[in-house]
């Protein structure tokens, strides 16, 4: 149950990841993220209603809450980074995120296996790899490795948050439901203040209208993961299930190969291989 979710998890980051950073690169950031997740908000309201989630509100309410203010914060943070790029970079070093729920996880008392232990090692050095790293070219922008690490702490913090939220399916619709209506008021206020500032929040081109399905998948595909990777973590261990998680730049990468046409490098193919090494090993322990 935990290796399928959090697997599931990284399927859906990594849609969004490379949906987000495609959008970014000809949209504001900042309007990305509110759009997409004042979608997301909207179709998370009908199916509270619909589920009858309201009934499920108390004090877990407030981690969805906090998730919902560092959400929109680490997203900026990494669509402006792939925007800048070298996705090589940016991608692997966005996998330190799961530093912070692993390092929770085993704060509270959780000690994985040796085969576990093994398989974590293992994905993390497949995932780093399968990112591309680039170790010759031009030098990255130092304002490009801050916003990663940001983003990489940012990630990691709604990891550990948006797991203690609910303890049932309909509480985790009204949680994630809570922590979207705060990322999008977060969100929109900072495109308020920004616009005041005299950054553009749009195009010149104008509401890119051809880009909402775009814009749509990216919310609820972002959304999705949130609730699986929770699923995950409650039903299993939280160092597994958060490196499970944690193998969205291999999608990235593959999404990348099959839409873009770019040719995954031989250490790219090596870090895949890997990934799914550590992926069996971690389900199998």
């Not at 799961?98 to 576990?116: H, K, N």
């Not at 814009?215 to 939280?238: E, I, K, R, W």
């Amino acid at each position: 149950m935990t290796a399928f979710f959090a697997l599931a998890t990284s399927l859906l980051w990594g849609l969004a990841d490379f949906g987000g950073g495609l959008l970014t690169r000809r949209t504001p950031a900042l309007t990305v993220v509110v759009v997409s997740q004042a979608i997301a908000t909207v179709v998370l309201g009908a199916v509270v209603v619909a589920t009858g989630g309201w009934s499920e509100a108390g004090p877990r309410l407030w981690f969805a809450v906090a998730a919902g203010l560092a959400g929109p914060v680490a997203m900026i943070c990494f669509y402006k980074a792939l925007a800048l790029g070298p996705m090589g970079v940016v991608s692997p070093l966005a996998t330190l995120s799961v530093a912070v729920p692993v390092g929770v996880g085993l704060f509270l008392g959780e000690r994985p296996g040796l085969m576990q232990a093994a398989g974590i090692a293992v994905a993390v050095t497949g995932v780093v790899l399968a990112g591309g790293p680039h170790l010759r070219g031009a030098p990255v922008q130092r304002r490009t490795i801050l916003l990663t690490l940001v983003a990489a702490l940012g990630f990691g913090t709604v990891f550990a948050l948006i797991a203690e939220a609910s303890t049932s399916v309909t509480g985790l619709f009204l949680a994630l439901f809570v922590q979207r209506l705060t990322n999008v008021t977060a969100g929109g206020l900072a495109l308020y203040v920004s616009v005041r500032r005299g950054a553009d929040a749009l195009p010149d081109t104008g509401f890119p209208w051809a880009s909402l399905p775009a814009l749509a998948f990216v919310g609820l595909a972002d959304v999705a993961a949130n609730g699986t990777y929770s699923v995950a973590a409650q039903h299993g261990p939280v160092t597994v299930a958060a490196v499970l998680a944690s193998l969205y730049p291999v999608v990235t990468a593959l999404a990348a190969r099959g839409f873009l046409s770019e040719r995954l490098r031989a250490i790219q193919a090596a870090g895949a291989g890997l990934a799914l090494v550590g992926t069996l090993l971690l389900a199998t322990g």
